[in-house]
C-alpha cells in the first residue's frame, strides 16, 4: 500500500514531455506550454491515482471503455473581474488563470473537447455527471448532446447560506446545477446504474427529487487547505452512491482540491484523478491520502 504523497514522478508511459494540444485551455494559460503527467499520490490496492497534469493528456492516457462513473466540475469560465462577497468583504471573484472565458465559442470548443474524450473512456454503461453555474452548464448541456450522451437528470444544488449579492441588480445566485448523463441510448441493451431504493431510503422511504440541499463545505473538510470552488464530500457522495457500485472506477479530469477522490475513498469506489496546478494537486493528494488512511481496516 502507497498511502503517502511522495514527491512528484513521472509515470512510466504516461510522462512524455510533448506539446499539449491547444484545445486543451481556450485562455492560453496552459494551452501552449510543455505537459507532463506526474503521479503524486496512488493507492496499490485498488489502483487509485492522483496525477498533476493537463486533463487533455492524462483523458488520452487512459484506455477506450474503462471507467464506470466520471464526477466532475470544470472551469466555469466566470473569473472575468468582476466581484463576489467572502465572509462579508467585497473580493474579486477570480479564481485563477484557469477559469478565464476565451470567448464563447472556444469555450464552447473547450467543452466538446473534453467531454468527446469523457464519452471515449467510459464503459457502455456509465454515467457523467458535471458540475457549474449558469457560465457553463449551457454549454456543458449542448455538448453532452451534440457527443450522444443522454441527459437523465438536472440536479439543483439549492446551498441555504449563500452569499448576498452586492451589486443588488439581479436575485441573489443561491444554487449550483449538476448534469447527469449516460453513454446508452434508451431502450438499448446497455443499462446504466442508478441505485433507486437506495435513495429512497436515504430520503425517509420517499423518492428522491432533483432538488437537494447542502451548505458549503465546512471547515473541517478545509483544514488541510483551500480552494476556491470546492463542493461539500456528502454532495459527491450521493451522487457515487446513486450511480455506481462498490469497487468501480470513479474519473475526475479536473480535481483541484480533490473532493471526488475524498468522495470515491469514503465509499469504496477505485478513484483516478488530474489536477493541473501544482497547489491543488498537493493539497488533493493530502485529502485523499488522509481519506484512504481512515478507510483502512486497522
Ligand atoms: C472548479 S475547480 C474543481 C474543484 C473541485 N471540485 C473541488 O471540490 O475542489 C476546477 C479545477 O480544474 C483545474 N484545471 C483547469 N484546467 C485544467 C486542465 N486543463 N487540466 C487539469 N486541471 C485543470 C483547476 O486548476 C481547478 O483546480
Not at 481556450?26 to 491515482?49: C, F, I, Y
Request: glycine share 8%; charged share 20%; with cysteine.
Amino acid at each position: 500500500m502507497s498511502n503517502s504523497t511522495p514527491p512528484e514522478k513521472t509515470i512510466p508511459g504516461k510522462g512524455k514531455t510533448k506539446e499539449a494540444k491547444p484545445t486543451s485551455r481556450p485562455d492560453g494559460g496552459t494551452a501552449q506550454k510543455k505537459s507532463t503527467l506526474n503521479r503524486v499520490w496512488h493507492d496499490e490496492n485498488t489502483q487509485s491515482e492522483l496525477v498533476r497534469g493537463d486533463q487533455h493528456d492524462y483523458l488520452q492516457s487512459i484506455p477506450s471503455e474503462s471507467v464506470d462513473c466520471i464526477w466532475t466540475d470544470p472551469p466555469y469560465f466566470l473569473s472575468n473581474d468582476g466581484s463576489t462577497c467572502i465572509n462579508g468583504k467585497r473580493t474579486s471573484v477570480n479564481k485563477g488563470q484557469w477559469d478565464q472565458s476565451a470567448g464563447l465559442q472556444a469555450d464552447h470548443d473547450f467543452n466538446l473537447a473534453w467531454l468527446s474524450e469523457c464519452y471515449r473512456v467510459l464503459k457502455p454503461t456509465g454515467t457523467i455527471w458535471v458540475s457549474g453555474t449558469h457560465h457553463v452548464y449551457f454549454s456543458v448541456g449542448m455538448a453532452l448532446m451534440q457527443i450522444g450522451f443522454r441527459l437523465l437528470n438536472d440536479i439543483v444544488w439549492e446551498k441555504p447560506n449563500p452569499p448576498p449579492n452586492l451589486g443588488c441588480r439581479c436575485f441573489t445566485h443561491s444554487t449550483e446545477m449538476l448534469l447527469w448523463a449516460a453513454k446508452s441510448p434508451k431502450g438499448g441493451k446497455d443499462r446504466y446504474t442508478f441505485n433507486y431504493a437506495d435513495m429512497k431510503t436515504a430520503n425517509d422511504g420517499k423518492q428522491m427529487k432533483n432538488v437537494w440541499r447542502f451548505t458549503a463545505p465546512a471547515k473541517s473538510e478545509k483544514t488541510l487547505g483551500k480552494h476556491p470552488t470546492q463542493k461539500p464530500i456528502e454532495l459527491i457522495e450521493r451522487c457515487l452512491l446513486a450511480s455506481t457500485s462498490a469497487g468501480e472506477v470513479v474519473l475526475d479530469p479536473f480535481t483541484g482540491s480533490g473532493t471526488t477522490g475524498v468522495a470515491a475513498v469514503n465509499t469504496g469506489r477505485t478513484f483516478l484523478g488530474c489536477e493541473i496546478e501544482a497547489k491543488y494537486a498537493r493539497l488533493a493528494a493530502k485529502r485523499i491520502s488522509a481519506a484512504n488512511e481512515q478507510a483502512m481496516p486497522s
